[in-house]
């Protein structure tokens, strides 16, 4: 029976996990949240018994006792994030959830494979930013107080960027972390959240300045002048990712405000002015861009890593050795940057694939909140995490997979890395957050109309 | 301010840069993987081989050249049939991996077996059987060149200029692959033979008289119309700007002109046609033949050079035109080039890996012969035939006229080394002048003279060949 199980996992997880993807696009076709309800327990049924299989095959490849006691207690994470979610925010996005738990779980799955330790503290890291994140959806929707301190945003975050340039260790040739008490924090990750307020605040101001016919433009250009500095100290700290996820984020969420699209032409041109400009000023640049163009003509030296990436992916195939049966340890720093590699050569590309679905509903999701939101703040904020969140994926799969060069950023969830996976849960939860004031708006809206027809009925 | 049409600008850009990094994505795993993780520097092949029984080697009529065994303790092995025979061109997998162990790693570590099998298998716990591996290698052509190649250092490649099958391709000093990760400390260590080298396709030496085609090529370029007045008397030894240039064994070849300077491989002729040269242009057709280029092969290989340039002083300029000098060329380029002018200047693809089948013998892939490049024009492969063909009727390669097939080609003897007199033996060409089927590339290490020992070889070949 055990090698029964073992010998078909890889298929049987590739289904699942395609199963589960198909459930995140089923609801898109249904209206009401009644009608969608079924395919969110499907996903869940889904999400588990990938957790339990990948976690059965881990411990009978590996022998380790251990990783049953690891899946056990991630199990119960998944459980009981999901019914918490359900009982105290019953508004909030089931969906968002369940990808957000699956997330974890195939990083988990992954990591457990990889490093016990890392696991044990990918998992901690993760229980504690659940827990702690829980109380951002009720901060976020009910205090309102976000839109208050939109220039201490833009500040505070530059000057914590600033701090690491200056301070920060030098970590894989960027500086881009500083530790604090034994923990390593990467600051850039949480400016990114207040990086959206800042610029979903100013653009508030600016659309209703535009409305009023008041003097708007001192105003805009003043604040994204501060924006763009985000973008240079980032480059200056020779963080690549980071620098170009701020510079997307702030085109995108400009064009969507002002409706314009020469904020794109103009983002287009500050792109490519700007990669020429690192290219010539940085070696590390050259490197990236020498190692992404001929790979296997460095396969020694600066090609080594995304050659070993892309031999993990290639050798894995379509189904994948199966965990544990390949060698995703021979790529450095595959817990963080290279996860998507592991992930492919274990679980196979069919299920990678799966997961890059996964990522663009929960993208979808996202832009699909911003556009039923009334409100320009909320629209902006939730455009701003969409992209932040799309973008990065997009750039690190890209990376492993040489279609575009290397950035070094991390796949939200699945990586390896505290800043990271709490920054995430925080963006998902203010996400859920704007869910709740969605909620509430409807039902504002629902009682005037109530009203309207009962007076209605009455007159006639 | 419900204006959402920016809002689907953004999803449709999103959608499209994904679409177009999945669609990449898949694109590589199903078509470029397979040729990209077949590299030595891929670790993740031994964790194939834990899921997979490697594939068997085939020779072209189906002769098995490596297999799995199990050995006298029941342990399963790679067993080479064949031993000594194919110990380059089929190479071996036990201790790192070279030749066709090498080239076609990766198929013979995937099972294309019946899915129902593979699953059922994979349910059991089982091996699935990798991939068989169908290779161009004749066994008796394999044979005929080991054994003429006798105790003599050197190789032998024999391929078909039409299709570029690699028919045979034997190296000396040879080793058992059966027992070379056994021996491996010794076998490596032995840096006199060095008989892990595949001299074939990564011995570099020094071209002798073989070279001629190539100045003769180039002097063709330069003079299209009027080539055949070219006038030279020999007296056995030329004196040019301090140089002195003897022809082989002190041989006075008198008044000639080039078909006869190339019939008798006259090396104080040659060494005048290279006064005459211009040599960005010599350079420039060296490098048409592939001179310092990358070959299209998948076997392990060494580039040739040819170094000559504006600044290269008169003696390495004559030296160069006869063939000494310091270019150094492969056996398995002088039998591309030789290919080429038999094929009327094109160059087909080398290919030893004829096609690929499950273990039950279904075909997955199959090589088609495949153009590369012309190398010369039709007109100067004519020519450089007619050459070639005269040195056997009436030059150098005498000893492979009148028989029952027809051969052409050249012959080299190339100095080494600081003792005058010591020489490489070698010979390249093809026979059926009319309608060439088989090159046949011999060189011979510290042998004499190509003439006396490298053409006997060849003709030992052509014999198998003929008579098969």
Known sequence: MSTALLGLSRYILAILMAFYTFHCFMPFAYRSEKERGGFYLFQILFLMLIHVIGITVLYLRSGNPHSIYYGAFQCVL???????????????????????????????IILTRLSEGKSLRQFLIAAVSVALTMVVPYLVSDLRLLSKFTWVYGFAGLGALSVVLVLGAVTYGSRISYSVAGITFQPSEFVKIVFVLFLAGILTDVSRKRAAGADWFIYFAGAMALGLMHVVVLALSRDLGGALIFFVIQVFMVYAALDNPLVLGAGAGGLAGGTVLGYLLFSHVRTRFLAW?????????????????????????????????????KIPVVEQDFIFSAVSEELGCIFSICLIFVCLSTFLLFMNLAMSMRQLYYRLIALGIAIN?????????????????LTGVTLPLVSYGGSSVLATLIMFSVIQGIYLIRAEGDEVQQRVTNKKTRAVVRNA | MRNNHVFYVIISFFMALFTAMMVYFVWYVQFNAPKAINSSYNMRQNDLEKQVIRGTIFSAKGEILAEEAMNSENVEVRYYPYKELFAHAVGFSTHGKSGVESAANISLL??????????????????????????????????????????????VIAMEPKTGRILAMVSKPDFD??????????????????PLVNRAAQGLYPPGSTFKMVTLLEYLREHPEDYEDYSYTCKGRLHYDDVDIECYHGSVHGKENLLDSFEKSCNCSFANIGTLLKIDKYADTAEDLLFGKT???????????????????SEEILQTAMGQGNTLITPLHMALITSAIANDGVLMKPFEIEKRTNYLGVVISETEPQKYRRLMTQKEAGILKDYMKGVVENGTGKRLRGLSYSVAGKTGSAEYGTIKGNSHAWFTGFSNTDDPELVVTVIMEGAGSGGDYAVPVAKRIFDAYYKR
Not at chain 1, 297 to 322: E, K, N, P, R, V
Not at chain 1, 391 to 405: N, S
């Open chain 2, 110 to 155: 995937t099972s294309n077996a019946p899915l129902g099998e593979r699953l059922q298998k994979e349910m059991d716990g089982r091996r699935n059987y990798g991939d068989n591996v169908y290779t161009t290698y004749d066994v008796e052509l394999q044979q005929a060149a080991f054994d003429a190649l006798g105790a003599y250092k050197g190789a």
């Open chain 1, 389 to 405: 969140y799309v973008f990065q994926v997009f750039l690190t799969i890209g990376g492993v997979t040489k279609f575009i060069p």
């Open chain 2, 177 to 194: 692959p059966n027992t070379v990760s056994e021996n491996w400390a010794e076998v490596s260590a032995d840096s006199k033979n060095s």
């Open chain 1, 293 to 329: 163009r001929a790979p296997f003509a460095y396969i020694d030296g600066q090609g080594y890593q995304i050659t070993q990436s892309l031999f993990a992916i290639g050798t894995g195939g379509w189904f994948g050795m199966g965990i544990c049966m390949g060698s995703p340890d």
């Open chain 2, 295 to 313: 070959i299209p092969t998948d076997l392990a290989y060494s580039k040739s050079s040819f170094v000559l340039n504006d600044k290269s002083g």
């Open chain 1, 78 to 108: 998944f459980i009981g994030t999901i019914l918490l979610y359900r009982i105290i925010y019953p508004s909030s996005s089931p969906m968002i959830v369940n990808n957000m738990c699956l997330f974890l779980s195939v990083g988990f």
